[in-house]
């Protein structure tokens, strides 16, 4: 052997030769994923606003620019939190690998918020129409925005519950709850009636999807794997996140659902906002348990 080859052997360093015991991503993952879903998710409904009902909207260009650029920075100061060297954060944009979904997220939300700043500037300055164009793209960027963390978690090849398909479409549910649900609280009397049946509507059948998708996984995803099997263990039976698992689904889903029927019948705007309120604390418990309990499974 030779003497470079020699040297280079003893020099080996060994970076992880075990599989790393305990939660990964705890309650700033949470938090991210929650903030995300209202920063896209209102953008959403902002444009489809626009189209359905311009003149309810004409004044909450401002506004919803504000808090969709609020919560984006708080989806990105999380995600910075969560990094275990944030301070090397930088190396994503300078050293990027196109084949991570961190760095193209990480490429996408820089450029999502950096619309949003111009949304911002526009709206100040009131020039309507090109807000509009900008706001098209904005709307656009959103999507792979939302989707990246399903992506993400999807890489997580060790991690049967976090399938791609699934994750992608309660990604997109949770964004679209979020919006509505956020947009009813902030319209406030600005919005007209028909604009709030509009997003009750979308916050009803979105929270209807979510809770489909979840019951599927709940009952049919033990099928699929030994390891699907045994993480549902933690929310059925006496798993410790059952009470906690449920109440989500309660508080974010099946409530809302109900008073949203009931502010239909009864044309009655603090049960839907009610609904709102309940639908964004109940999402952040939803995604809080979905995130940690396939964590808790020891992976040797």
């Known amino acids: 052997m030779a003497a470079h080859e020699i040297l280079a052997a003893t020099n080996a360093v060994v970076t992880l030769d075990v599989a790393i015991p305990g939660i990964v991503w705890p309650w700033l993952v949470t ?19 626009q189209r359905t009902h311009p003149d309810s909207v004409k004044n909450m260009r401002l506004t919803t620019a504000i808090v969709a650029f609020v919560f984006i920075n708080i989806f990105l100061l999380f995600t910075l939190a969560d990094l275990h060297q944030p301070f090397r954060m930088w190396h994503i944009f300078v050293y990027p690998h196109w084949t991570s979904a961190i760095a193209v ?25 090109t807000f509009d164009k900008v706001l ?10 939302t989707l990246y963390t399903a992506a993400l978690m999807a ?5 049967e519950l976090w399938q ?13 709850l979020a919006g509505s649900a956020f947009m009813i609280l902030v319209g406030g009397n600005k919005l007209s009636y028909e604009a709030k049946k509009s997003l009750g509507v979308v916050l009803g059948l979105s929270a209807l999807m979510a809770f489909i998708i979840y019951m599927s996984e709940y009952v049919f995803g033990p099928m699929k794997a030994e390891e699907v099997a ?4 933690y929310i059925k039976g006496d798993g410790e996140y059952r009470i ?17 029927l009931l502010s239909r019948s009864s044309k009655s705007e603090s049960i839907l906002k009610l609904a709102a309120v309940l639908a964004l604390v109940g999402l952040a418990i ?8 396939p964590q808790l499974l020891p992976m040797s």
């Not at 890489?155 to 991690?159: G, L, M, S, Y």
């Not at 045994?230 to 263990?233: G, L, N, S």
């Not at 939803?286 to 309990?293: P, Q, R």
Request: aromatic share 14%; proline share 3%; net charge neutral.
């Open 155 to 159: 890489q997580c090849t060790a991690r």
């Open 286 to 293: 939803v995604k809080h348990v979905w995130l940690i309990i």
């Open 164 to 176: 791609m398909p699934t994750e992608s479409a309660q990604m997109m549910l949770a964004a679209l």
């Open 31 to 49: 938090v991210n994923m929650w903030a995300k879903s209202i920063g896209t998710g209102i953008i959403f409904m902002l444009f489809m606003l």
């Open 244 to 260: 906690m698992f449920w109440l989500g689904q309660w508080i974010a889903y099946l409530l809302p659902m109900l008073f949203i």
């Open 105 to 129: 997220g990480s490429f996408m939300a820089s450029a999502f918020l950096g619309l949003l700043a111009f949304l911002i500037l526009l709206a100040w300055q009131k020039k309507d129409d």
């Open 230 to 233: 045994a993480v549902m263990e």
């Open 136 to 145: 098209l793209w904005t709307t656009l960027l959103a999507i792979p925005v």
